[in-house]
């Protein structure tokens, strides 16, 4: 047979294979707004996140960032600026404490909960001074919650980012975004709305309404670990936010209800035994069972 019927013959089978070989999706969608809310595939946008490229340091047994509030608040509202429309998986932030390293020394699912954050902070001065001795690079200062919020609102006047204050109860959310308002008139906080739902359905709801308004950062005052929980479970439901920061008692603090602690009493990590001097009944035993092995932790689980 001569050599170009062959490859004639060759190249024909060659093209029916691959005709026969090619892959065919099971279904196709017109249109991406034709899928059920909430059940939009999203995929992480983690690789270009600017928080992914601080250094950290294992700290207590979690990666903590080093990094300042000053430089945590751009970032934040960088972040939140740059994923503006672009319905993306939102960022998220979350803060480690003493206790915070106690539960997750003794909880993986906790422990877990925590890794899927983009930037674990230090919200606690312990963390700090362990640094300092244990690690190459310590942590030049302690990234509290109630201070950050500050940082962060100038930043996004300027900006022109939009924050939305979600949690703690009715009476201490409206006190909080009333002061907001009053200290920051050019703030632009487009919604709030307290931390608690009567079920899934209105859980969902208040993503449904948050999700609508699209702001650029959220805030999530619910203390450990229902918002972490809440987070994973709606962090797919809120593809139009840009950033989402836990907050702990952050609105507490805002609203006048809880005092914090003398700033002495801060810079030398004193501040649990102010919280546990206004609440002992519900902060006495917690933090004598979890800070002396929050220390160990903090110690022998501490690394460069």
């Known amino acids: 047979m001569p050599q170009v019927q062959i490859a004639m013959r060759a190249q024909a089978k060659g093209v029916e294979r691959r005709g026969s070989d090619r892959r065919v999706a099971p279904f196709s969608i017109e249109s991406i707004e034709a899928l059920p809310f909430g059940e939009r595939r999203v ?3 983690r690789r270009r996140s600017r928080f992914l490229h601080w250094k950290r340091n294992l700290i207590g047994g979690l990666p903590i960032v080093v990094a300042d509030r000053a430089e945590t608040a751009r970032a934040m ?4 600026m740059k994923r503006r ?3 993306r998986y939102p960022a998220y932030m979350t803060s480690t404490n003493g206790e915070v390293t106690y539960r997750c020394a003794v ?10 954050a983009d930037a674990i902070h230090a ?5 700090v001074f362990v640094s300092r001795f244990k690690c190459d690079v310590p942590l030049p200062e302690r990234v509290a919650t109630t201070d950050l919020f500050h940082d962060v609102a100038r930043e996004a006047i300027k900006r022109g980012a ?32 307290n931390g608690f739902f009567a ?7 208040a993503c449904r309404q948050i999700a609508e308004l699209a702001p650029d950062i959220l805030w999530v005052s619910m203390g450990v670990p229902r918002e972490q929980l809440f987070i994973g479970r709606h962090r797919h439901r809120l593809t139009t936010v840009g950033v989402i920061k836990t907050s702990g008692g952050l609105f507490d603090f805002l609203s006048g209800l809880k005092p914090r602690a003398p700033l002495w009493m801060q810079r030398i990590g004193l501040e649990w035994l102010w919280r546990m001097a206004l609440e002992p009944r ?7 069972r979890t800070n002396p092995y929050a220390m160990y932790l903090l110690l022998t689980q501490t690394t460069r």
């Open 43 to 45: 995929g992480g946008e």
């Open 77 to 80: 509202v960088d972040e939140a």
């Open 85 to 87: 429309g672009l319905w």
């Open 107 to 116: 909880d993986p699912a906790e422990h877990a909960m925590f890794l899927q």
């Open 123 to 127: 919200d606690g001065m312990p963390h």
């Open 162 to 193: 939009t924050m939305f204050m979600l949690g703690a109860d009715e009476t201490s959310n409206r006190l909080a975004t009333d002061l907001v308002k009053k200290c920051y008139p050019d703030l632009k906080l487009i919604g709030r709305r």
């Open 199 to 205: 079920d899934q359905d209105e859980e969902i709801a």
């Open 282 to 288: 519900r902060l006495g035993m917690r933090y004598l």
